[in-house]
Nanobody, 115 residues
Framework: VQLQASGGGLVRPGGSLRLSCAASGSGPNLDNMEWFRQSPGKQRDLVAS???????NYGDSVMGRFTISRDDAKNTVYLEMNNLKPDDTGVYYC??????????WGQGTQVTVSS
């Protein structure tokens, strides 16, 4: 199973980005799908998660600004990020639990929020 993340980039404060993470080799066996963020000098923190049944959780710092969603037909999880702030800068990693296989991490995509 492999994950391919995309959608990062450089954006000004207040701007928006949409991250995608597509799983290959998993079949229809995706359970929890999550996005983590690792900012410079900090630990990797959970940003948002969505369960197979659609239960969603957000980190306090992104509540009301970020939206996580999934498309099981495409084996893809998305993170819509609005009103971005400089503190949102970091490498964003997708993390997926695959039934009968285990946990898989994506390679990370850089998001930089700067004027």
């Amino acid at each position: 199973v492999q994950l391919q993340a995309s959608g990062g980039g450089l954006v000004r404060p207040g701007g928006s980005l949409r991250l995608s993470c597509a799983a290959s080799g998993s079949g229809p066996n995706l359970d929890n799908m999550e996005w983590f963020r690792q900012s410079p000098g900090k630990q990797r923190d959970l940003v948002a998660s969505i369960s197979r049944r659609g239960r969603i959780n957000y980190g306090d710092s992104v509540m009301g600004r970020f939206t996580i969603s999934r498309d099981d037909a495409k084996n893809t999880v998305y993170l819509e990020m609005n009103n971005l702030k400089p503190d949102d800068t970091g490498v964003y990693y997708c993390h997926i639990v695959v039934r009968y296989y285990g946990e898989v991490w994506g390679q990370g995509t850089q998001v930089t929020v700067s004027s």
